[in-house]
């Protein structure tokens, strides 16, 4: 006899899942003539259509070269850069407290979240995480190294992804809550912790800080350090770049945003330092060779010819939460752009904001936040925040402001089923991408209305 399978109802008829419930409203909504107007599957919106994704078509050819900032602020920036970037192996105790590293493995309950197979995660895996990272002991290392291999810092010690509710709009794939940040190779860090089996260390940088594998990191001494931290410094201008060292490896893929130790330059090469990781976990320093096509001696200049340059060689890569991938979200973006050119930048999007003064734009509505912008928002200068994102203003396109930003997409409605039309990658749109949408919600999809203000970098 086959079991009897219960099912749960409320009132007379059963509960359906969000999604099935939006489909069948739909098709009711179709059968009676009175469907809501959607866009077809692959829809462009019309920014992506009508702008052009090339940084350099926003910038005047009269003043690309003109500095946008003073000398003397530009090597005050630099010189804060600098200060930042080393500053892991500076420290003598954690910038980051056990109760910020271990925030999730206290009150964990796996069930809330999903794994790779879409289902529940168990008690089994919270006692797991529990017994690797062995909080109790922390911080049980303290010591300075340095990344070898571009790689991920994770909220917990291992690669298996936290998803919350993939019935949600905004979450599930690609929405890895395990994951805090990228790390490019050559970023000093300064070593809190390590896990109890040794295969992951808990890290800080001067950005972020989170569980990476061990097998990334190489431990620096003084001799190292000084070596390293050079007087000149060279950086990456263009992305996905083979690194090899001066014996023929591979090593790394050069992303932008990443600065070395620069020790000449000679017939269109940049000679530079790079750390490895030797068969004892300690760092050997090897040098090699950059062409001046994809760096440049560190800080460029701040012109707009320089951000255009940069930006167009991470225009149309595709979205990274927190940086999966090796892909960018949006406050990785502006960090990245930023690097460059000596101007420091926190790693996640609120912080950025607050970083620079966050100007609020209050109560205003749709015309009178538009004057504001046109009187005070500076091209490559100007970063916009709403809570979760920001989006860097580049200047004017057809009377409109014009922003280059990692985005995933914009929010829809059909009836009470909200969604998501997926863009996905770095973009240049409007402040209103998605407006040709007929389900775009509004106003809570309209990025203009939603911001909660701008802030001027080194105003």
Known sequence: MRPTIPRRFSGPFPVLRPRLAALLLAALLLASGCAPRVSPPGTVIADLRDMPQDAAAYIDPLTATRPLLPAAVQRELAD???QRFFSPWRRTVPAHGPQEVFKLLDGFDPARYHGENRLPLTDGFAREMRGLADPDSFPNTMRPAISVANSDLRVLPTVRPLFYNFDLAGEGFPFD?????AVWAQTPLLVLHTSAD?????VETSTAAGWMPTRDLALVDAGFMDAFNTVHLAALTADRVPVVDC???FRFMGRVGMVLPMTGREAGTLDVLIAARDASGRALLLTAGLGEDVAAPWPLAPTPASFARLANEMLGQPYGWGGLYRNRDCSALVMDLFAPLGIWQPRNSGAQARHWGLAPLG???????LRVIAAEARPWLTLFWRPGHIALYIGQWQGRPAVLHAAWGVRTRVGK?????ILGATVITSLEPGQDLPELERPG?????QLGGMAQVAR
């Not at 809550?177 to 940040?181: F, I, L, P």
């Not at 999809?445 to 209305?449: E, T």
């Open 177 to 181: 809550y395990n994951q805090n940040s």
């Open 80 to 82: 804060d850069y600098r």
């Open 445 to 449: 999809g309209v990025l203009l209305l």
């Open 198 to 202: 040794g295969a992951w260390a808990l």
């Open 247 to 249: 014996y023929g490896q």
């Open 417 to 421: 089923a909200e969604g998501r039309h």
């Open 363 to 369: 109560d205003l509505d749709r015309e009178a936040r």
